[in-house]
């Protein structure tokens, strides 16, 4: 009996010890490959912004003139000239808008993938977490089974008819149990193989369990919820980021089609003359110049701007889309939450009960010898709701834990 007691401590007190949960999930922050590629791919796209806004490579060009062009001077015998185009003002600041937004929209889908990361290590937590104290509620109730056992094997001693075959009934629902331990073990080593997996954490890690399994809880309506995931969502914002680029896109696409401005110089290296003497013999030349682009086919400027305008479109649908299929997956969840929530409650309240029937049904049995097969189905219904408790809280955790990795 002091074993039932025992149990009923143990799964019917809900405070929350503290748990190694949040090293796990700096580890995986660290180390998990696919977080790593999210990451790379918003440093490449910071990298892009540096790319546009900078202005277009100058040109040099050297000219040697094979017969020289006479001049007043001298004869013309070298040329040099340095050209560097200039885009129509804004142009440049456009281009990094659309770059810079499209780098924000990376690291959104960055925060997104580790919000991704953190809800499978969650999840996998939770359910190795039930799977290590089923095991130790089925050890325990083992535990009550052998105690069993010596009554029933006491009883045939003293000459019971019933006693022998109460005996090879309990031996049959220990090897079950045992066999349950066993399953039970062989799934928590598949969660732990997995759990590791998602760290990418060669070493071993070593695992407190805790003693009392962890509850969570919602505080705020659906309303607030989705409200909550429609601002904070980054796939959401992602996107709107994306939307915004294409915007600044069909500013880049206007401004491309104004005329571009170069600035340069030629410089002539000029020859001094042996024959006669002139004013500024062999003066070397400069010349400034000033160039034009003059954006005539207005077709292709036009194209980019409409281009620039259905993806913005396309994006305004996705996100839509999108904000779709976050309110169902809420909808889901609160659902899955709500209903583990009513079963954990009826399973503490069964489970109480079950207790009470069971020590009944020992002190009966003790005294009388009969009922042995009710007091085993007690037993196996207290199990069951214990068992099923456990469930119950892991479902919630995890609804929970799901609900929070959607903003």
Same mark, same amino acid.
Do not use: C
């Given at each position: 009996m002091k074993n039932l007691r025992v149990l009923c401590f143990l799964f019917f007190c809900f405070e929350v010890n503290a748990q190694p949960l949040a090293d796990f999930l700096k580890i995986a922050a660290a180390h998990n490959p696919s977080l790593k590629a999210k990451f790379k791919m918003y440093e490449a796209a910071l990298e892009k912004v540096n790319q546009v806004g900078a202005l277009p490579d100058p040109t040099l060009d050297f000219g040697y003139f094979v017969s020289p062009i006479e001049t007043r001077v001298g004869p013309q015998q070298v040329k040099i000239g340095f050209m560097q185009m200039f885009p129509w003002l804004g142009t440049l600041t456009a281009k990094e808008e659309v770059y810079a937004n499209i780098a924000k929209s990376n690291w959104e889908l960055f925060e997104a993938e580790k919000e991704y990361l953190f809800y499978q290590i969650k999840q996998v937590w939770y359910e190795m977490v039930e799977l290590n104290?089923?095991?130790?509620?089925?050890?325990?109730?083992?535990?009550?089974?052998?105690?069993?056992?010596?009554?029933?094997?006491?009883?045939?001693?003293?000459?019971?008819?019933?006693?022998?075959?109460? &005996?090879?009934?309990?031996?049959?629902?220990?090897?079950?149990?045992?066999?349950?331990?066993?399953?039970?073990?062989?799934?928590?080593?598949?969660?732990?193989?997995?759990?590791?997996?998602?760290?990418?954490?060669?070493?071993a890690v070593p695992i407190v369990w805790p003693e009392q399994q962890e509850v969570l809880i919602l505080l705020a309506t659906t309303t607030t919820l989705n409200d909550r995931i429609n601002r904070l969502n980054h796939e959401l914002i992602s996107l709107r980021l994306q939307q915004a680029a294409f915007k600044s896109a069909e500013l880049v696409a206007m401004k491309q089609g104004m005329p571009?401005?170069?600035?340069?110089?030629?410089?002539?290296?000029?020859?001094?003359?042996?024959?006669?003497?002139?004013?500024?013999?062999?003066?070397?030349?400069?010349?400034?110049?000033?160039?034009?682009?003059?954006?005539?086919?207005?077709?292709?400027?036009?194209?980019?701007?409409?281009?620039?305008?259905?993806?913005?479109?396309?994006?305004?649908?996705?996100?839509? =889309?999108?904000?779709?299929?976050?309110?169902?997956?809420?909808?889901?969840?609160?659902?899955?939450?709500?209903?583990?929530?009513?079963?954990?409650?009826?399973?503490?309240?069964? =489970?109480?009960?079950?207790?009470?029937?069971?020590?009944?049904?020992?002190?009966?049995?003790?005294?009388?010898?009969?009922?042995?097969?009710?007091?085993?189905?007690?037993?196996?219904?207290?199990?069951?709701?214990?068992?099923?408790?456990?469930?119950?809280?892991?479902?919630?955790? &995890?609804?929970? &834990?799901?609900?929070e990795s959607m903003y």
């Open positions: 104290q089923s095991i130790a509620i089925v050890d325990a109730n083992l535990k009550i089974l052998t105690s069993f056992e010596s009554l029933a094997t006491q009883k045939f001693e003293t000459g019971t008819k019933t006693g022998m075959v109460d &005996v090879l009934r309990i031996q049959m629902e220990i090897a079950e149990l045992k066999n349950k331990q066993l399953l039970l073990a062989a799934h928590l080593k598949l969660k732990n193989s997995a759990f590791t997996n998602l760290l990418n954490w060669e070493t571009r401005i170069g600035v340069g110089l030629n410089y002539f290296w000029v020859n001094e003359r042996t024959a006669m003497a002139v004013p500024d013999n062999g003066k070397d030349a400069f010349m400034p110049m000033v160039s034009f682009t003059i954006p005539i086919a207005r077709k292709k400027y036009k194209a980019q701007k409409k281009e620039a305008i259905f993806k913005g479109e396309s994006v305004g649908f996705q996100i839509k =889309n999108k904000q779709n299929q976050l309110n169902t997956a809420l909808e889901m969840q609160w659902v899955n939450y709500s209903d583990a929530r009513r079963r954990r409650v009826l399973y503490t309240a069964q =489970n109480v009960k079950a207790k009470q029937a069971l020590e009944i049904r020992v002190s009966s049995y003790t005294h009388s010898g009969k009922d042995f097969e009710e007091l085993l189905s007690i037993q196996r219904m207290m199990l069951n709701y214990e068992l099923q408790l456990l469930e119950a809280i892991k479902d919630q955790n &995890v609804a929970v &834990v799901t609900i």
